[in-house]
């Protein structure tokens, strides 16, 4: 529990600026899950070196309570070809089973908001010798939407993650063998996979509102067209295609939050500004709530987008 006061002089806290009332007696309830008594990470090194196999690792890992560290991706490999990977994590479990409130700031006069302390490392994540024959981490959430617990939640999204298996399943089914020029390879790997998959939706949307545009809108939204029709999704620095699609991005996340971002100076809703909006969109699962309304937003059941379209051009 930290009082309001002690905050008083915080500009920012994971990049994100808090708005801190003048009035001591409010309280936020906080917990740095890597800054607690007990230190996990040397044992799990000392096993490094003590086991003859990825198995006595899970078997030792199985033998904790929980995970008093840093969080990591710990990915391993023996002699004998196994592989394995376990999540890290310490994690806190609230009274509070709502979603995606990992490394938020919550109302600490409320009990559902309380920490309840480290999540059991049994609720972890270790896998050895998935089907798919490999792992790839991206600083992305790998659990599942039906955990028990929060955890993960305020990770990198997933989109970079989703590329890096496509590659590594296509080099697999096609039999390669991967080399350490691969592995540059995919890190200097451009495509989004985000855009490669919206970018026909985006199309749809701009073809269905024409109508409404002049000779000379539609002549320049056809232009436009025609270079998202040749667009596969790869961000290179010289694609003029790419450019229209960021373009299409800046416009469109604008609209959807123009009247719903947070004046931490006025202590009000504001108009959205390009700080606050890269606060805004750089969040876990946003990515997900941008693919959800860009495709409603195509599918326009029963009008309603044009209604709502309408509706703003009239205010």
Same mark, same amino acid.
């Given at each position: ?16 600026k808090?708005?801190?009332?003048s009035?001591a007696s409010?309280?936020?309830s906080?917990s740095?899950?890597g ?35 840093m969080?990591a ?6 002699s004998s070809?196994?592989i ?14 709502s ?8 109302d600490?006069?409320?009990?559902d ?6 999540v ?5 994540p270790f ?12 600083n ?7 955990s028990?617990?929060?955890?993960g939640? #305020?990770?990198t *999204?997933?989109p970079?993650?989703?590329r890096?298996?496509e590659i !590594?399943r296509?080099?697999i @089914?096609?039999? /390669? ?5 691969d592995?540059?390879?995919?890190q200097?790997?451009?495509v989004?996979?985000?855009a ?8 749809q949307?701009?073809?269905s509102?024409?109508?409404?545009l002049s000779?000379?809108e539609?002549?320049?939204?056809e ?29 469109f996340?604008? #609209?959807?939050? *123009? ?9 009000? !809703?504001?108009?959205?500004n @390009?700080q606050n /909006?890269?606060?805004?969109?750089d969040?876990s ?12 937003v195509?599918l ?7 209604a ?8």
């Amino acid at each position: 529990m930290i009082s309001s006061e002690l905050l008083s002089d915080a500009q920012e806290l994971f990049g994100h600026k808090i708005p801190i009332k003048s009035d001591a007696s409010e309280y936020f309830s906080f917990s740095w899950g890597g800054n607690y008594l007990g230190e996990s990470y040397l044992g799990i090194l000392e096993k490094f070196s003590s086991c003859k196999d990825i198995l006595c690792l899970k078997e030792y890992v199985k033998t904790l309570k929980e995970w008093r560290s840093m969080p990591a991706n710990i990915l391993s490999a023996d002699s004998s070809g196994n592989i394995g990977y376990f999540l890290a994590s310490p994690s806190m479990a609230l009274n509070n089973s709502s979603p995606y409130l990992s490394s938020s700031m919550l109302d600490g006069s409320i009990s559902d908001n309380d920490a309840l302390g480290i999540v059991p490392i049994q609720t972890l994540p270790f896998s050895i010798n998935p089907s798919k024959g490999f792992f790839a981490a991206a600083n992305n959430r790998v659990m599942p939407e039906n955990s028990k617990y929060d955890v993960g939640t #305020s990770g990198t *999204i997933t989109p970079r993650a989703t590329r890096i298996n496509e590659i !590594l399943r296509a080099g697999i @089914d096609d039999g /390669r063998k991967f080399t350490n020029q691969d592995m540059i390879d995919i890190q200097n790997d451009v495509v989004d996979v985000v855009a490669r998959d919206l970018t026909p939706k985006i199309i749809q949307i701009c073809k269905s509102g024409m109508t409404e545009l002049s000779r000379d809108e539609v002549d320049s939204v056809e232009f436009m067209l025609d270079l998202l029709e040749a667009f596969d999704g790869k961000m290179s620095p010289d694609s003029i295609s790419a450019s229209v699609y960021n373009l299409w991005n800046y416009f469109f996340l604008n #609209s959807l939050f *123009i009247d719903l971002t947070f004046d931490h100076s006025k202590s009000e !809703l504001s108009q959205i500004n @390009d700080q606050n /909006r890269i606060n805004l969109v750089d969040r876990s699962n946003f990515i997900d709530f941008y693919q959800k309304v860009v495709n409603d937003v195509a599918l326009n059941k029963e009008g309603k987008y044009e209604a709502i379209c309408r509706e703003s051009k009239q205010a």
